[in-house]
């Protein structure tokens, strides 16, 4: 099926470590982007792109890279994981009518 | 600067109808969108209003009025399966960019 897959479903760190979260597409949209999900916040933009080579920072960047080297490929790095970023992650693609489609979530644990 | 408003919860009763409110305040407006997302799922799109009006999917509706700056969701005949959050998320154009900003969702809770 045609979407956004997200890897890992599921991620326990532990303060300091880093990890990188991928995110894949195939319906060859240009804009994807990261959102993180807590609760009572709603959905809220860590980093965006709007094409290969191009990202920039969305509402709440602090702690985290990302990199687009293809259409397809929009990784979210942690640079040394804290507490705070305890959160659901949410990698998206947009169309060209700014509709979103959202992958499966990763569920990220900082001890 | 930009802000969306949404009742954070909403309990109806199976096979009733509800209506979850969103009001906005942003500059640029372009349109109006709702996403759906059950518990540990993710948001799935529903509609998008870029004009005054009802725009009807089966059971699902979503209205537009540009001048209240305000929009709804009207689900009908609910079913249990509709228990879940509903997020408003506006367009709109800012800075020479558009952008879409989500509201913090509504709990719809369905009981029998």
């Known amino acids: 099926n045609a979407g956004v897959t997200q890897t890992p479903k599921f991620q326990v760190l532990k303060t300091g470590q880093s990890m990188t979260l991928q995110c894949a597409q195939d319906m060859n949209h240009e804009y994807m982007s990261w959102y993180r999900q807590d609760p009572g916040m709603g959905l809220r933009l860590i980093h965006y792109?709007?094409?290969?080579?191009?990202?920039d920072q969305g509402e709440v960047p602090n702690g985290y890279n990302v990199s687009r080297s293809t259409t397809e490929d929009f990784p979210l790095r942690l640079l040394s994981a804290a507490p705070s970023q305890t959160s659901v992650y949410f990698c998206?693609?947009?169309?060209?009518?700014?509709?979103?489609?959202f992958g499966s979530g990763t569920r990220l644990t900082v001890v | 600067g930009q802000s969306l408003e949404q009742p954070s919860e909403v309990t109806a009763v199976e096979g009733a109808i509800v209506q979850i409110n969103c009001t906005y305040q942003t500059s640029g407006f372009y349109g109006l969108s709702w996403y759906q997302q059950h518990d540990g799922g993710a948001p799935t799109f529903l509609s998008y209003n870029a004009l005054d009006g009802l725009e009807e999917t089966g059971r699902f509706s979503s209205f537009l009025s540009r001048s209240d700056s305000y929009g709804y969701l009207l689900l009908q005949e609910l079913q249990m399966k509709d228990s879940a959050s509903y997020f408003c998320?506006?367009?709109?154009?800012?800075?020479?960019?558009?952008?879409?900003?989500f509201g913090t969702g509504t709990k719809l809770q369905v009981i029998p």
């Open positions: 998206a693609s947009r169309d060209l009518n700014y509709g979103y489609t």
């Open positions: 792109s709007v094409g290969a080579g191009i990202t």
């Open positions: 998320a506006v367009r709109s154009y800012s800075g020479g960019y558009q952008k879409v900003t």
